[in-house]
């Protein structure tokens, strides 16, 4: 994986970036009923674009990262816009513990592609949220490998939405609805290509 302390800094000068969160942010608010009663967990946050969306529409909102890079402008930005239910952790699930908060949401953007064990997360992922809590994945469809090019390395290149559903289901969860949420396009070998990226909601049922 490209070393995403380095890249911190930069992250935000992306319009790119900046304008995926929103429109991931739209899509998420029409999937599902946010309320300010909810209490959310954001996993691969980065600097925090698609909470600081979501924002307004949550309670508490946890955003972890395993960047500490990531995390420090990610503190900058809470401190400098003064919100007060924002809260970044440290956070692999990958080899970390469980923390013991348990989440009415869980969401991630671009960030289950990099995971090893994807299958292994989305069971953590049910451990942490709450009876009919919602789970929210944006991610990639299944590519070619080309869609990094700055030598991030990919463990998944993309998910087939049939392998993906059996395992979200598999955790326990229900109600799984895919949708497309945009585009990225890219310039690859001189020639624009389109990287479509996937909303996955579901959600964990009843104790």
């Known amino acids: 994986m490209t070393n995403f302390d380095e890249r911190a800094k930069d992250w935000d000068s992306d319009p790119q970036k900046v304008e995926r969160a929103r429109v991931v942010a739209e899509v998420i608010r029409n999937a ?4 300010t009663n909810m209490n959310a967990l954001e996993y ?12 307004p529409d949550l309670g508490q909102i946890t955003l972890a990262d395993s960047s500490q890079g990531m995390l420090d402008v990610l503190g900058e930005k809470i401190n400098a816009a003064g919100v007060t239910n924002m809260r970044p952790v440290k956070l692999d699930l990958e080899i970390d513990t469980l ?3 348990r989440y009415q949401l869980t969401y991630s953007l671009l960030t289950l592609h990099h995971v090893h064990d ?3 997360i989305i069971h953590k992922f049910h451990s942490l ?9 944006a991610d990639l469809d299944k590519e070619d490998g080309s869609f990094h090019t700055d030598g991030t390395t990919d463990v998944h290149k993309g998910f ?6 059996k395992w979200v289901e598999d955790a326990g969860f229900g109600n799984v609805v895919f949708s497309t949420a945009f585009e990225i396009r890219k310039n690859i070998n001189d020639k624009e290509k389109a990287f479509p990226v996937f909303l ?8």
């Open 99 to 101: 923390p013991p908060e």
């Open 44 to 55: 691969g946050c980065g600097t925090g674009l698609l909470s600081f969306a979501l924002q």
């Open 129 to 137: 949220l709450e009876p009919n809590g919602y789970l929210l994945i």
């Open 32 to 35: 599902i009923p946010l309320t």
């Open 118 to 120: 994807a299958k292994n």
């Open 200 to 207: 996955m909601s579901a959600q964990k049922g009843k104790a």
């Open 160 to 165: 087939e939405h049939t392998e993906l559903k």
